[in-house]
């Protein structure tokens, strides 16, 4: 489960990477599609802000799980 934690952002403790992404997707209006050699089921714990850049995040996330992205353009990001 995850909390919402009012002006900063939000907490995950042991939720599905996929879930994850779809938040940050939310928070800056992006899609995210996530590549099937990625484990989208995988559980990870993180705390971000919703001021933190999406990079910062995106780089934030790769200390928790192994993977590559492509910013495709402002609206697309590609997760593998």
Do not use: C, H
Request: no cysteine; glycine share 6%.
């Amino acid at each position: 489960r995850f909390a919402l934690v009012r002006g900063l952002g939000d907490v995950y403790k042991r939720q599905p990477f996929g879930r994850v992404l779809n938040s940050v997707a939310l928070w800056n209006d992006v899609n995210i599609k996530i590549e099937r050699s990625v484990n989208a089921t995988q559980r990870i714990s993180g705390k971000f802000r919703q001021s933190d850049s999406l990079e910062s995040i995106l780089k934030a996330l790769q200390g928790a799980m192994p993977f590559k992205y492509k910013i495709v353009s402002e609206e697309e990001i590609i997760i593998y």
